[in-house]
């Protein structure tokens, strides 16, 4: 007998007399009373619930054949018919409504379908069962069409799934409880892709809640709207297997990465029709071949796992497993995602297993309990934020994370995972003041359910995805964030150089004239640059709250303003570490980043702004073709000081080495105004030195100083060097100097 059609067939039954439909719905095992139960020998009942019904009778499989009415015991819809068969009948419901007739299957006639095995995987880390047996997943019964609904709800009174397909009527489908698992499970035929629905809940106390999201939802209704969306797995035929396999085999610390961080909703719009959203499909049109011309090796996208605030922007997530439906459906996203692959750029996203949102059809109290977050607020409640904290020591409630890692991972193909707000996961004091927080078992401030969280992540996200980043912004002092698990690290596979970032931004924002009192923030950087494998940060957190733009933390008239940034990029793209640029940054957009607007491409109609975003594209392209700007950029070895101390002219200069022993950059700047003619500089490798990036050049809307594009060296030693540079330093300029290799000759 099929496994899904069975059912009890004891004759020790629940009386089909209760006093109200209630006490049915509400019994946490609905199919002890509903579907199909012999009550003597060959002699059956076949019970339901519906409410939306004037009249029912029971049919044949055929759907034609009266096999017995149903008679109408409760006035709030409970239905009884009474037929005789000598084994477990196969039957229809005929249901009677406002003058129409609907035959359909009955949801009780069907049995269990997770397994033992599938409820206990739930609860495993390693395992994604919880994306591949909890949730609404398609099926079909040899003919029988439905979606078997599943959701996690461990001490609800009851639960049921309610939606377009049941006019969000909780009495039609209450839910099979399955004790192993904390698991309710339903299949429901008949209800097809694209209905909307959510699970109407129960509390331990009787307390119905607010109606709740599927954690699980493959998709989601357009913010404000709030209910899940039925989708099966996205249905699309990647075409991109070769980007996949040469991912796999890439070295992400000695490939260079150049990432643009991205904020769908704003990167543009189109005003002409309302101020609308670009589509996922017309992302892939427009925004990957602009990156893609600009040289980027990588696009971030700020969280579009679906979220209900647009002023989040992302960061406050409630359907983790669905991308946002502002732009588009699962399928257009996962286009957007091989577009992007085609044209050999990959796909990072910014993820956010730190924190969710109270909105009440969230996870927040999801089953009447604190399900997903820990009840104590001194563990479970973001002060800054008004966030509920996951409770990373609950086995079941890491396995959702983590398999929500694998999921983008796998389902969608993305190349990196980009996890916010690490510290605040780290330290259980994180934000709060001496009485607001509870020490560990040893009496420590680290969160040890989030170490052991974010260690297995990581660890599953690598093994699981060749090639794969995990990214983490982490702005703490925390040892070995990007070394591996079994050295006693994080495992993730770079971290964010938050320091760099402070000192860096802070020294260029002041006035030439009082640099030389802070070139300590310049050089600072270099005594940890190699503990991590760091990505230098210029993100969208730069650029919000009253912070300004970029270009508007530099000093100076106008001219100085842009030379200042155009010398600190050059800066950036030669130091030591991978590079990520929030959009509007590459174009020096003068006012700060607005969600609610589109860039200001206006302006790349003036030079100095176009000549901005053509420094970007150079940069890039000289970073991603001089082995000697990235295949160290996590190695001490690739680095070598020149001049770390001229703070009186604020000129700093180092050499950056690949891993061929010729393969040789300099990068000197100039933080001043004032031009450095004639300045030595030691460099360990003799012969001609081209320019591979002036900041001061005419293109780039500077004032055109410069060594002519190359420059020998002499053999006049400097810096500790056999051999030395002249150099021609522009005011306010960064020049990357590339040894060419025909002339190199061997360090004596």
Not at 118 to 139: C, E, F, K, N, W
Not at 223 to 228: C, E, I, L, R, Y
Not at 560 to 586: C, D
């Amino acid at each position: 007998m099929d496994q899904h059609r069975s059912g009890s067939q004891s004759a020790a039954v629940r009386p089909a007399e209760p006093q109200t439909v209630a006490e049915i719905v509400n019994s946490g095992d609905p199919f002890s009373v509903l579907g199909p139960h012999e009550v003597s020998p060959n002699r059956w009942e076949i019970r339901a619930i519906l409410p939306e019904a004037d009249a029912a009778a029971i049919l044949d499989r055929d759907g034609v054949t009266v096999l017995a009415p149903m008679e109408k015991r409760l006035p709030d819809g409970f239905f009884v018919g009474t037929l005789t068969a000598s084994e477990r009948p196969d039957y229809r419901l005929r249901i009677e409504r406002q003058g129409r007739t609907e035959i359909r299957h009955d949801v009780y006639s069907f049995g269990t379908f997770l397994s033992h095995d599938d409820l206990m995987q739930i609860s495993d880390p390693a395992s994604d069962a919880v994306y591949t047996r909890l949730g609404a997943h398609h099926r079909d019964l040899g003919g029988i069409q439905g979606f078997l609904f599943a959701v996690w709800a461990p001490n609800a009174r009851r639960v049921s799934v309610v939606g377009d397909f049941n006019d969000w009527d909780g009495r039609r489908h209450p839910m099979r409880r399955r004790h192993e698992g904390g698991v309710w499970e339903l299949f429901i035929p008949n209800v097809t892709p694209d209905q909307r629905y959510k699970f109407e809940i129960v509390g331990l106390q009787g307390n119905l809640l607010a109606l709740k999201a599927d954690p699980i939802a493959f998709a989601a209704e357009h913010p404000p709207a709030t209910a899940s969306i039925l989708k099966g797995e996205p249905e699309f035929r990647w075409q991109d297997g070769e980007w996949m396999k040469s991912r796999a085999a890439r070295n992400h610390r000695k490939a260079p990465m150049a990432i643009y961080e991205c904020h769908l909703g704003s990167w543009a719009r189109v005003p002409e029709e309302g101020n609308r959203y670009l589509s996922y499909r017309e992302l892939a049109v427009r925004l990957i071949p602009y990156v893609k011309d600009l040289g980027f090796t990588h696009i971030e996208l700020l969280p579009i796992t679906e979220f209900p605030f647009d002023g989040s922007w992302g960061y406050q997530p409630i359907s983790l497993y669905a991308p946002t439906s502002r732009f588009g459906t699962p399928e257009d996203f996962a286009a957007f995602v091989e577009a992007a692959h085609a044209a050999g750029i990959g796909i990072i996203l910014d993820w956010v297993p730190a924190h969710f949102p109270n909105d009440p059809h969230g996870l927040s109290y999801f089953d009447g309990t604190h399900l997903y977050e820990h009840a104590d607020p001194r563990l479970g409640f973001h002060q800054d934020w008004g966030t509920y904290i996951y409770n990373f020591e609950r086995r079941e409630v890491m396995s959702f994370l983590v398999a929500n890692a694998r999921f983008w991972l796998e389902r969608y193909h993305l190349d990196g995972l980009r996890v916010d707000a690490v510290a605040s996961m780290l330290y259980l004091d994180y934000s709060r003041k001496p009485g607001e927080w509870i020490p560990n078992r040893y009496g420590g401030n680290e969160n040890l359910g989030a170490i052991d969280f974010i260690r297995t992540m990581n660890e599953v996200a690598y093994a699981s995805s060749p090639g794969a980043v995990t990214i983490a912004e982490e702005s703490t002092a925390w040892p070995g964030v990007s070394h591996p698990t079994y050295t006693g690290g994080l495992g993730f596979g770079f971290k964010w150089n938050m320091g760099w970032m402070h000192d860096t931004l802070r020294y260029i924002s002041k006035d030439p004239v009082f640099r030389r009192y802070h070139h300590h923030d310049l050089t600072f950087g270099l005594l940890y640059a190699f503990s991590e494998n760091f990505i230098l940060p210029l993100s969208h957190d730069e650029v919000v709250h009253g912070k300004g733009s970029l270009i508007g933390k530099m000093p100076g008239d106008q001219w100085q303003r842009f030379a200042n940034l155009r010398a600190y990029y050059g800066f950036m793209w030669g130091h030591p570490g991978k590079k990520l640029l929030f959009m509007g940054g590459e174009f020096a957009q003068e006012r700060e980043w607005n969600h609610d607007v589109s860039l200001d491409w206006h302006l790349l109609s003036e030079p100095l702004y176009k000549g901005m975003q053509a420094l970007i594209r150079d940069l890039n392209r000289a970073y991603r073709s001089i082995p000697a700007l990235h295949e160290k950029d996590c190695e001490a070895s690739g680095f070598e000081w020149l001049v770390a101390d001229d703070r009186d002219n604020s000129v700093i200069a180092w050499a950056r080495r690949g891993d061929e022993e010729n393969s040789l950059a300099i990068v000197v700047s100039n933080f001043t105004p004032v031009p450095r003619v004639g300045y030595r500089i030691g460099v360990p490798l003799a012969g001609h030195y081209r320019e591979a990036v002036n900041t001061d050049a005419a293109i780039y809307g500077g004032s055109n100083m410069g060594n002519l594009g190359r420059v020998a060296t002499e053999e006049s030693p400097s810096h500790g060097h056999p051999f030395s540079l002249t150099l021609t330093i522009p005011p306010l300029a960064t020049l990357i100097l590339v040894l060419d290799h025909e002339g190199a000759e061997a360090k004596i």
